[in-house]
């Protein structure tokens, strides 16, 4: 099991942080000595996931706020919060996310559900705390990918899905965005010279409400059951995190990288440093989905 090394002194964001690896990251981060921020979209599970990690980790620093990736105004009201305070960010964690709801569903914004919240909020939020991050020693922000982006394309001539929705495809567009902008972030580091690192995380197959609560947007009948019986191999969430943490805290990361599970199919097992799929690699396509992400939020990197 990944040891997270100690983080005293240190504030974290994490989105989604009220279940799944969103909860487990900001349990051991805390249990390190970090001051993690959990925001969450409903304030009230929040509460309650925080209440339940003080249980296990009575010492834990931890404050809840709300943020709404799929609202635009929302993201903008969050970070405009967090900057004002002028406290500093040492870490964001880009976790949350939605994945595969079976009918197209919209932001508030009016983008598809899934390029909305899994890609152009977690954008926009790094764009917009990215002055307070960077006053950071060590800043970091990490990127929750997964391994179906293997399959995603960048879909130019309908990022949004109005013409012919398909629930995987649509997920897998955006997690591979995600992974772009990661990159398109590392390069931007290098060149301008900031100590910031941008790295990039999967879960593996990892066995969690995610599962469950997208195949349930939206229906109306009785909540879709998750499928428990796979042949695919599977892990628990603590087991399923550790991605993510080796990638938010450890030493060894390296910019730009990718981390993941390196047991069967890259599904389960320890952190090992994997390759990006090769459409990820494609030249000229994080630029370009880079300057559509900023047209569509009104958020750009820092220039200083």
Known sequence: MYTVPDQTGRRFIVTGANSGTGKEATKRLAAAGAHVIMAVRTLSKGEDARREILASVPNASLEVRRIDLADLASVREFAKAILDEGKPVDVLVNNAGVMAPPKRQTTADGFELQFGSNFLGPFALTNLLLPRILESKAPRVVTMASGVANWGRIRFGDLQWTKRYSPWGSYAQSKLADMLAAQELADAARERKWTLLSTTAHPGYTRTNLQSSGANLGR?????????????????????????????????????????????????????????????????????????????????????
């Open 220 to 304: 109306t009948g009785a909540p879709k059951a998750p499928v428990e019986r796979t042949l695919m191999p599977s892990q628990n969430v603590e087991q399923g995190t550790e991605p993510l943490l080796f990638a938010a805290t450890s030493p060894d990361a390296e910019q730009g990288a990718y981390y993941g599970p390196g047991g069967a199919l890259g599904l389960v097992g320890p952190t090992k440093k994997t390759s990006l799929p090769r459409s990820a690699r494609r030249a000229g396509v994080p630029e370009r989905l880079s300057r559509v992400a900023e047209e569509l939020t009104g958020t750009a990197l820092p220039t200083t």
